[in-house]
């Protein structure tokens, strides 16, 4: 492999202006067909295999018109102190609210009379308005919006509290503010890892330009896959990420070949034959840990997941191709002004630079690897704690900040209705053939009328056809209470005898069942998910690495990682440790997708990490150097690079806690704080420490293992001896090293 990208980045450099072209055309297609394709909607969403879904499914084939999956607003109204809501005066003004929901816009179904449906609390205090919408949340208009928004401006005049909830307010995810800070605070770094303005500029350029083609082209498929609005924000993420990295790894090699003497031309070729090698193969488990998300067996989440697979190959495609050509472009320029006096030192015979920062923090690393190790791996256990006490849901009005209308509204009803109201129940009786569905009903309600935890439980509700009825459970405790997901169980087992009694069939849906049976579901897939992006990626390392321990050493320390992240979640967002610094003003369960999306996500991140560095240690081990030699030339020469990598995208995700939401300030907290621990505690203490005790061993793989592995050359042996190289660059680092852990 080594050779044919070494060919490939020596054609890219000479027909830099062809390459160029090529993407520059690529972009300019994609960017027509993202601006001629239909703009996207929400993408449908199902769990398969759930009973919330099946339910809801019958409930859109029976109940045709009832727009299931529209959106859903409640207008709440509060009395002020010492009235009520059925004072004549408060009733004439929701009712001139009510005729202004109607006639505000063509996309309203239906708007209740509260004092008809006695939306009222027994105190008189509270009353509410539901608004039921044709289409869902993300198909509203502006206009639609505005009108709810501006609901109640009269009534609050004369003393009526207002507030609005649901999620008809719910606005489709917004980009642009955090993704211009991460970009810029990348720039800064990568100002201050190169010293040149262009060799700065170049990850950044071409990770804008691969994410311009993958967005686009996401974009312009959005309406025919049923992409929806929010896909594309995971590709933008990850291709960001993904981009600069390899580009960064490449040009980095690159400005070390060209110090070693080497011509331009011959600098990007082995450049790419070298880091393109390991750019190609932690691009493979980036995308493995991706498409991965099919597991879950959740359309949206594997459409997700597959997009930001394309757009990783994109990501390193670009760098294979589009950075060598750059490189062609940049001339002497990649190197700074300190950068080029170096190059001139060296080459008249001056006094060699004193050892870099990585060289000594891997020198020292060597003289104490027991106690870096016991320290690495205690902090991060400690840390991890909590995550034994993870509960998981899914954000509702009751997490959002208590200054919002959503909040204040869920607030309102819960104090008037009691906590269950916000998360009411679903019962679905289906009567089947034999139509039984109203005696099945009647059955069911008596029956759950009298478990523990119930407060209200509406009369049933037959269709036309009288095979399939409705009946509303309202809960006493909050939507994501442990007893309220306890209630929904009692009522499936009630429901599964009632059914082998009857033979009708009963059901549980609803918002509230709905989260349930996705967190539930999310938990059951986390395991194999583990399972096969560990498993695959596994393989794929030993056929890199040639090596078994290696692989295994960077499993087990990224679970590590991912296991403390996710302890520190657990820490700040459920049990509130450093809320109020971080601005988290309502604990609770733990976003449901967080630990399938965390491990995906810090997987391919952290796997990136390790191949660009043991990759380095590799090449120098098979180039002849000793185990602690080949140790201290990977840190020479990719630590820096390394984690200038992890600090920008440290950044750009920690720039997402300052959001409003509290589901995207737990997604930025997450993926920061693993990235860190993975990067600079897992891979730069933990690593080296394992790879120290191992020795020659760390490099052990059974010769029959050996004789069946594919030879894929990534450290560039083959490529090495085409060349006829002599030493390698920099081996006499390595004997130095060993002499200098024999004194001490």
Excluded: C
Excluded at 24 to 49: D, K
Excluded at 238 to 267: C, K, N, P, Q, T
């Amino acid at each position: 492999m080594a050779t044919f990208l070494y060919k490939l980045g020596r054609l890219a450099f000479r027909r830099r202006r062809y390459v160029a072209l090529l993407w520059v055309a690529l972009l300019a297609l994609a960017g027509f067909g993202a601006l001629s394709a239909p703009a996207a909607t929400s993408s449908s969403f199902s769990i398969p295999g759930t009973e919330a879904q099946k339910a809801f499914d019958l409930l859109e084939q029976r109940f045709p018109g009832a727009s299931a999956d529209g959106a859903t607003a409640r207008v709440v109204f509060k009395a002020p102190a010492g009235e009520k809501m059925t004072d004549a005066g408060h009733k004439a003004e929701v009712g001139e609210i009510r005729d202004e929901l109607s006639s505000g816009s063509d996309q309203i179904s239906s708007v209740t009379d509260p004092y008809a449906a006695k939306a009222v609390s027994k105190d008189g205090s509270t009353a509410y308005v539901s608004v039921s919408y044709k289409v869902s949340s993300m198909e509203l208009t502006d206009e639609t919006r505005t009108a709810l928004e501006e609901t109640g401006a009269d009534a609050r005049a004369q003393g009526l509290t207002v507030e609005i909830g649901g999620d008809a307010l719910q606005a489709a995810p917004e980009t642009g503010s955090t993704e211009i800070i991460g970009v810029a605070i990348a720039a800064v770094v990568l100002l201050i890892t190169f010293g040149s303005v262009v060799a700065a500029g170049l990850p950044l350029l071409t990770a804008l330009i691969g994410v311009g083609v993958g967005v686009s082209t996401i974009t312009a498929l959005a309406s025919v896959l049923d992409l929806g609005s929010t896909t594309s924000i995971l590709a933008m993420m990850i291709g960001l990420a993904v981009g600069i990295d390899y580009a960064l790894f490449i040009v980095s090699r690159y400005r070390a070949e060209l110090a070693e003497g080497r011509e331009r031309e011959e600098a990007a070729g082995r450049a790419v034959g070298t880091a393109g090698s390991a750019v190609v193969f932690a691009g493979l488990t980036v995308v493995i840990a991706l498409v991965g998300l099919a597991v879950v067996n959740i359309p949206m989440l594997s459409k997700m997941g597959f997009a930001a697979a394309g757009t990783v190959v994109i990501a390193v495609l670009i760098a294979l191709t589009l950075i060598p050509a750059m490189l062609g472009f940049a001339g002497k320029r990649v190197h700074g002004r300190k950068g080029r006096t170096a190059m001139e030192n060296k080459a008249a015979g001056a006094a060699e630079e004193k050892p870099n920062m990585g060289t000594r923090w891997a020198r020292l690393v060597l003289r104490r690897p027991v106690a870096v190790l016991i320290a690495g791996v205690v902090g991060l256990g400690a840390i991890a704690i909590p995550a034994a006490s993870l509960e998981l849901g899914l954000p509702d009005d009751g997490s959002q900040p208590v200054s919002t209308t959503q909040r204040k509204a869920y607030d309102l009803l819960s104090d008037g209705f009691g906590p269950g109201f916000n998360g009411p129940l679903v019962v679905v009786v289906d009567g089947k053939a034999d139509n039984n569905a109203k005696a099945a009903a009647a059955e069911v309600s008596d029956t759950v009328k009298k478990m523990d935890g119930v407060a209200v439980v509406t009369p049933s509700t037959l269709n036309k056809a009288g095979d399939t009825a409705t009946i509303t459970v309202i809960p006493k405790d909050r939507p994501s209470s442990v007893q309220t997901e306890e209630l929904v169980h009692s009522i499936r087992d009630t429901g599964g005898r009632i059914a082998s009694d009857s033979g009708a069939e009963v059901l549980v849906t609803g918002a509230t069942a709905m989260n349930i049976d996705f967190s539930q579901k999310m938990n059951d897939a986390l395991l194999p998910y583990l399972a096969l992006v560990v498993g695959l990626a596994f393989l794929l390392l030993m056929v890199v690495f040639r090596s078994v321990l290696v692989p295994l050493k960077a499993a087990l320390g990224f679970l590590l990682s991912v296991v403390a992240a996710l302890g520190a979640v657990v820490a700040v967002f459920q049990w509130g440790w450093l809320g109020g610094l971080l601005g988290v003003e309502q604990t609770g369960p733990v976003m449901s997708m967080m630990p399938i999306f965390m491990v995906g996500v810090v997987f391919g991140l952290a796997m990136d990490y390790e191949v660009f560095l043991v990759t380095r240690m590799r090449e120098a081990y098979v180039h002849g150097e000793r185990p602690g030699g080949a140790i201290v030339t990977g840190f020479q020469h990719g630590a820096r690079v390394v984690s200038a990598a992890a600090v920008i995208m440290i950044a750009v995700f920690a720039g997402f806690i300052g959001s409003g939401e509290a589901m995207i300030k737990m997604i930025g907290f997450g993926l920061a704080i693993a990235v860190f621990f993975d990067a600079f505690v897992v891979r730069m203490a933990i690593v080296p420490a394992v790879l120290a005790l191992l020795g020659n061993k760390a490099w052990w793989l059974p010769r029959w293992l050996d004789r069946a592995l594919p030879n894929v050359d990534v450290e560039g042996e083959a490529l090495r001896k085409r060349l006829g190289d002599g030493a390698t660059d920099g081996s006499d680092s390595g004997p130095e090293a060993e002499r200098e852990l024999v004194r001490v």
